[in-house]
């Protein structure tokens, strides 16, 4: 069982715009900032944001983040079918057991 | 280039004892943490613990404290991972990443390509 819950899935069609949540509480999203990464099938993990909404150089516009309270938004616009892959979201738990976090992931097939 | 490489997969049975490592090249490794990352076949990505090479200040998670050791060698610019005796629920893909910050700012930023653990008798 995750910290941050994520829906297991979503699906969108090709062109169309997606978001995916990330819930969690006071003492994670509610304090820290939330990132978010992209896991292709068969690869490994890669930054999409940073500090809620920030993009890392070489990742479309396309990729988006706001977080409101305890909660976290993934926004993809524009869906491609290279986009199918799972994403999960990460912050830091301030909790007395400090630390990393990720949410469960989240699976997007672009129909 | 700015990378992580990581060990190559390895094969072992239970109780026998492993280490796999992580090593960084293109930036200063003694600025950066460096992470390490569970991801069971099918699962999710699971935060096991941090250390930062420019002291070795450590960081476990509690589900992995006790389970495994996080070290590093700033002298080779190295991360390890090691298991003292091996369970057939350790078989994982393991990633090492980097991360500039610990707390409030915390994400990783450069991960390596994982090194593939199989447990079995």
């Known amino acids: 069982q995750s910290v941050l819950t994520q829906p297991p899935s979503v699906s969108a069609a090709p062109g169309q715009k997606v978001t995916i949540s990330c819930s969690g509480s006071?003492?994670?999203?509610?304090?820290?900032?939330v990132s978010w990464y992209q896991q292709l099938p068969g690869t490994a993990p890669k930054l999409l944001i940073y500090?809620?909404?920030k993009r890392p150089s070489g990742i479309p516009d396309r990729f988006s983040g706001s977080k409101s309270g305890t909660s976290a938004t993934l926004g993809i616009t524009g869906l491609q079918t290279g986009d199918e892959a799972d994403y999960y979201c990460?912050?830091?738990?301030?909790?007395?057991?400090?630390?990393?976090?990720f949410g469960g992931g989240t699976k997007l097939t672009v129909l | 280039e700015v990378q992580l490489v990581q060990s190559g997969a390895e094969v072992k049975k239970p109780g026998e004892s492993l280490k796999i490592s992580c090593k960084g090249s293109?930036?200063?490794?003694?600025?950066?943490?460096i992470g390490w990352v569970r991801q069971m076949p099918g699962k999710g990505l699971e935060w096991m613990g941090i250390i930062y090479p420019g002291d070795s200040d450590t960081r476990y998670s509690p589900s992995f404290q006790g389970q495994v050791t996080i070290s590093a060698d700033k002298s080779i610019s190295t991360a390890y991972l090691q298991w003292s005796s091996l369970k057939a629920s350790d078989t994982a893909m393991y990633y090492c990443?980097?991360?500039?910050?610990?707390?409030?700012?915390?994400?990783?930023?450069?991960w390596g390509r994982g090194t593939l653990v199989t447990v079995s008798s």
């Open positions: 006071s003492s994670n999203i509610g304090n820290n900032y």
């Open positions: 990443a980097r991360s500039q910050w610990l707390t409030v700012y915390w994400y990783f930023d450069l």
């Open positions: 990460g912050t830091w738990d301030s909790s007395l057991s400090a630390g990393g976090v």
């Open positions: 500090e809620n909404n």
């Open positions: 293109g930036y200063s490794f003694t600025s950066y943490w």
